[in-house]
């Protein structure tokens, strides 16, 4: 039993290991499993606190009568030279142990000390920061990005047009010519002419002409997305405005099938609205597709029931179930005839996605003027 | 269009009930408004599309619905008894103008009663919305709403010499229709010689008893005391029947049907039927025969549909039986021409068709596959997302405009969007000299009767709205277009700019710091902000007119002047009644974001110095009109390349500072890249930079 043959001392550091008659490496480890012990069990009878831990450092790690230090002096510096290695190498641990000890001692008297500060001090949270004014994109602005990010992910490059636009591709080269009915569902604003124009002026009433200028610019393949300006010349009220905005698409290519038409409006749809939306094409009529559609999407509100969650009828869909969304289709072929292309070997589909009704849709917004209002009131309401 | 639905039953057996029926007319392209279920049933609100006028009646609607159920159609063929005497003895019909009117019928009913309708042709006109007046003229309306085709019918006895004659309108023609308006038919001679109008005359021709294809005259009216009814049932030209509609501004169910193309064939048979008819409810003796003038008979046109087109356009295939049903229940007669008849599914299969007189509008391979696809159903095309075969490029600035955007935000601006359409004094408060504005030849107001040449004016409008709603505090930009028809290129988009307002308090009190108001400093710190991404602006003495003339400054990169920038002139001001400060600029974008492409493209890391830098605050009396700028150019003309940086860091006048003078702190800021600076070589520094200011300057260092 090694114990037996410890010395029992007061404070056996401030003796020799001769002085203490160790002479083995084994009692020299127990010697210092002794003091281990002891400085573990003074640190655990102190609370945590500055003040504690000063006493602690200075009694253990002091430079001068630190037991550390007196260590050194009485067992290292005059230990025999076969002990001196196993009387430096154990030092060390002790070191490193209680430096880690104390470090961790003072971490947590330092949170005390946080703790017990006074209510005086604390912050109170419900106060407000100090908020830096920050800015907004446009709602409208963020919808198009959104778009914008959903076609360019499927490899539809972004152009943009001019919103001042001739007769031609506004209406002529979209396969809509003079006196044509659907000219009367397009109210359209002209511009009066600088002396020896060419031709008429007028404000583009959708962002269709930049189909027919990006076909004339481009040969097969064409996968255009076109956001932009429109304007109609109708009375403005709460879903009426002169002005709006659409995301114009084309995509036209040797292969390109009504399949990969509504594939393509659905994989938007999903993107756009999420997942559990169903879509729906309905045969319809445009001058410058065929076959036309108008799409449908089951009302994201209701869940394509028509029924609001409390009961009564969905407001959004008003109880259809279903959503109008946009109007699209293949290219008619004779559109193809204004640009060069080969009708015979392309094909291709087009559609125009109102921008405006969207958001007023996904963000239930009942007036379309006050997008252009820029009341910051509504403007901040969409950071 | 008012779809009756038991209506629809005389032409087809259907069972499907109105809602369900409804559903399956949208899903095949009938647009459906509504349903609406009154005293006579149901009542289907359908949206016919301008390509299919043979659905503005109740069989072209049943043919739809036999097509979508295969049912069959039950056939129209009326068989009104008639007297001895011969149509062609009482009523003599001349076309003088073929290339308007391509057919014309008339027949002839003696002796009628004209009185009130039954009730069962009341109810079916009510459903339709359409106000009963007398037996006669309720069938023709009647006759309308079932088949399609308009006609018209005279009281007989009016129509001089039993004559009609079918002309042009004549230059200043005028005539009174049966709405009572005294219409101009022509313009005026000087101005245009031919309207293009065709008008149903009488007699020798003179006088005009109708306008054709759209509206009768009053003076030949069907009345109470008609005895003698003629029925007019005839044929025009689509494109002319919409001029004159427009040339008229009056546009009536008629010239609606008439102007979308109404069907050749059907003007003898709907003539028979009213005829019918009125024979049933109005009594009399129909004369034998009609009297039909056709100049625009034309042979039926052949078609042809073959699968691969099918599969090309469609990307799916459609079942033999599925073409030839749908095909048939439309009316197209399709038959199999291809070498491999009888194959089912056959690659090659080919189909002639031929196209009805009531769809002159289908015309070619993909208008019958149109047509397939919509009856045989467009869900039955399965989607699939068809893979890119090359890259996605953004817009050209897409980036500089991203970068610029995020960082307008960052600083606190929010983005509008404006309508361009403003008036036109508005515009002239901002518009640069010798531009004309671009004018609309027909606004909706004089409030909105240019577009903008510049977005200040609309820039201006929303802060004047947002102070006007209590929000006094507001910093704004766009990203806009100006639009100028002097200078406009034919295929460029409108010349973008970047335009932003500032009003009210730069920042707002709050718990723990003071309001300050938005000054022109704020607006140049922000603007220098953007100009860091594009290599940093110049500021020039300048800027435009409609600013105020001590706080304003134009914005130069490089070798352009983007625009100007600076505090809104009281002038102007005034006009939108602004009672606060409100700031301004307008920078033209393209040239700032092909400097900012430039500006990265040139970036390069610069390594982070390594010795410490020292500041030397120089405390300087300047006379007034001294600009900061000169105490820059004066100390970088000592070319100490240790000199890191200079900036202005205090600056007061008033208070023991003489009068002419105002004083400068600057802060100047040393710093080598290869050693640490010694307090002699500092010292130095600061002589030479005291010299140079006192005497290039007139400066007085004062006592720090
Ligand atoms: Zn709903």
């Known amino acids: 039993m090694y114990r037996a043959i410890m010395p029992n001392v007061e404070n056996p550091t401030e003796r020799t290991l001769a002085g203490l008659a160790i002479n083995d490496p084994m009692a020299i480890e127990e010697l210092f499993t002794s003091e281990k012990v002891r400085f573990d069990k003074q640190l655990a009878a102190k609370h945590p606190d500055e003040v504690n831990y000063t006493l602690m450092k200075n009694a253990w790690l002091g430079r001068k009568a630190g037991v550390l230090t007196l260590i050194t002096e009485n067992w290292l510096k005059s230990a025999p030279p076969a002990l001196k290695p196993i009387v430096g190498q154990s030092l060390n641990q002790l070191k490193r142990h209680i430096e880690e000890s104390l470090e961790t001692f003072r971490v947590a008297a330092e949170k005390g000390s946080e703790e017990v500060a006074s209510n005086r001090d604390r912050v109170d949270l419900s106060l407000p920061g100090v908020l830096r004014p920050v800015g907004s994109h446009h709602l409208i602005r963020q919808v198009f990005q959104e778009i914008e990010d959903i076609f360019f992910s499927i490899g539809f490059s972004v152009v943009e047009g001019p919103e001042i636009e001739t007769p031609y591709y506004n209406f002529e080269a979209l396969n809509i010519p003079e006196f044509h009915p659907v000219r009367d569902d397009m109210d359209t604003f002209y511009l009066e002419l600088p002396k020896g124009a060419p031709t008429p002026l007028l404000l583009r009433t959708h962002t269709s002409p930049m189909q027919i200028r990006t076909m004339e610019k481009q040969k097969p393949p064409v996968r255009v997305i076109v956001p932009g300006k429109v304007y109609r010349r109708d009375n403005p009220d709460a879903t009426h405005s002169f002005a709006f905005h659409q995301i114009e698409g084309l995509a036209v290519d040797t292969d390109i099938t009504f399949c990969d038409f509504t594939g393509t409006i659905e994989y938007f749809v999903q993107q756009f609205f999420g997942p559990g939306v169903k879509t729906r094409f309905r045969p319809s009529y445009f001058p410058f597709t065929e076959p036309s559609v108008e799409f449908d999407v089951s009302c994201p509100f209701c869940g394509g029931t028509g029924t609001a969650a409390g009961g009564g009828t969905c407001s959004k869909c008003k109880g259809a179930a279903w959503i109008e969304l946009f109007g699209a289709g293949m290219v008619d072929p004779a559109v193809y005839g204004f640009v060069n292309y080969d009708a015979k070997k392309v094909s291709g589909f087009a559609f125009g996605i109102g921008i405006d009704r969207l958001a007023m849709l996904k963000y239930g917004i009942d007036d379309i003027q006050i997008f252009f209002q820029n009341d910051v009131r509504f403007l901040r309401q969409f950071p | ?704």
């Not at chain 2, 004559?163 to 309108?169: D, G, L």
């Not at chain 2, 200043?172 to 309207?195: N, Y």
């Not at chain 2, 052949?302 to 229940?329: C, H, Q």
């Not at chain 2, 300050?516 to 300048?542: M, N, P, T, V, Y």
């Open chain 2, 1 to 704: 269009m008012k779809v009756v639905y038991n209506w629809l039953k005389d032409f087809v057996d259907v069972t499907a009930p109105p809602q369900e029926l409804a559903s399956r007319l949208a899903l095949s392209g009938t647009n459906i408004a509504g349903i609406e279920n009154g005293p006579h049933g149901a009542v289907i609100d359908a949206e016919v599309s301008s390509n299919r006028p043979d659905c503005l009646g109740h069989l072209g609607i049943a043919r739809e619905v036999g097509a979508i159920y295969k049912l069959p159609l039950k056939s129209v063929s009326p068989k009104p008894a008639e007297s001895a005497a011969k149509t062609s003895d009482a009523v003599n019909v001349e076309i003088q103008s073929p290339e308007l009117c391509g057919r014309f019928t008339a027949r002839v009913i003696r002796n009628v009663k004209i009185q009130p309708s039954l009730k069962w042709l009341k109810d079916r006109l009510e459903a339709s919305g359409v106000a009963s007046i007398s037996n006669v003229v309720d069938v023709s309306n009647y006759v309308m709403l079932e088949l399609g085709h308009p006609l018209h019918t005279f009281d007989y006895d009016k129509v001089r010499d039993h004559k009609i004659i079918v002309r042009r309108a004549k230059p200043s023609e005028k005539m009174k229709t049966l709405d009572g308006v005294e219409r101009q038919l022509a313009p005026d001679k000087d101005r245009q010689l031919d309207s293009g109008i065709c008008m149903i005359s009488d007699g020798d021709g003179s006088r005009a008893v109708g306008i054709g294809g759209i509206m009768g005259g009053a003076e030949t009216e069907i009345s109470f005391s008609t005895k003698n009814v003629l029925i007019e049932c005839a044929w025009f030209e689509p494109i002319s029947i919409r001029r004159a509609a427009r040339f008229l501004k009056l546009h009536t169910e008629a010239s609606t049907r008439f102007g979308r193309g109404a069907d050749p064939e059907m003007a003898e048979l709907a003539s028979r039927r009213a005829a019918e008819l009125i024979l049933q409810l109005a009594g009399g003796e129909l004369l034998a025969g009609v009297v039909d003038i056709y100049p625009g008979k034309r042979a039926p046109k052949k078609l042809r549909v073959t699968r691969a087109e099918i599969l090309r356009v469609m990307g799916a295939d459609v079942p033999d039986k599925e073409v030839e049903a749908s095909l048939s229940a439309l009316g197209f007669a399709p038959v199999r021409i291809d070498q491999n008849r009888g194959a089912e599914g056959s690659l090659l299969a080919a189909w002639e068709c031929t196209q009805p007189s009531w769809r002159a509008e289908v015309e070619r391979e993909i208008d019958l596959i149109e047509e397939i696809a919509r009856i045989y159903g467009l869900d039955k095309f399965p989607p699939r997302l068809p893979a890119a075969r090359q890259g996605a490029a953004r817009l050209p600035h897409y980036e500089a405009e991203t970068r610029l955007r995020d960082r307008l935000i960052g600083l606190g601006y929010r983005e509008i969007l404006t309508i361009p359409h403003v008036a036109e004094e508005r515009d002239a408060l901002f518009r640069p000299g010798g531009i004309s504005p671009a004018r609309l030849s027909n606004p909706l107001s004089e409030e909105a009767n240019v577009l903008r040449s510049t977005g200040l004016v609309t820039m201006a409008a929303a802060l004047e709205w947002n102070v006007n709603h209590g929000q006094r505090n507001v910093r704004l930009f766009e990203i806009g277009r100006h639009y100028d028809l002097t200078s406009r290129k034919n295929d460029e988009p409108e010349p973008p700019i970047l335009t932003i307002g500032a009003t009210g308090e730069a920042r707002e009190k709050n718990l723990y710091d003071p309001a300050r108001e938005f000054s022109f400093a704020d607006l140049k710190g922000d603007l220098d902000s953007i100009g860091e991404l594009a290599g940093g602006f110049a500021w020039r003495d300048g800027g435009a007119e409609w600013l105020h003339a001590a706080r304003r400054g134009s914005v130069v990169l490089g070798a352009n002047e983007l625009g100007s920038a600076g505090q809104l002139a009281r002038r102007v001001a005034e006009k939108f009644k602004f009672r606060q400060d409100v700031f301004l600029a307008e920078l033209e974008l393209d040239p700032l974001c092909t400097a900012y492409l430039a500006a990265k493209e040139a970036r390069r890391y610069e390594p982070l110095p390594r010795f410490p830098a020292v500041e030397r605050d120089f405390s300087l009396l300047l006379p007034d009109g001294t600009h900061f700028s000169d105490v820059v150019k004066a100390i970088r003309s000592l070319n100490i390349s240790e000199i890191s940086n200079i900036e202005a860091a205090d600056l007061f006048r008033g208070k023991n500072v003489p009068a002419g003078k105002y004083s400068l702190l600057v802060r100047v800021t040393f710093q080598s890249r290869e050693a640490t600076l010694t307090d002699t070589q500092i010292g130095d520094y600061s002589g030479k930079i005291i010299a140079v200011l006192e005497k290039q300057l007139g400066a007085q260092l004062r006592a720090q």
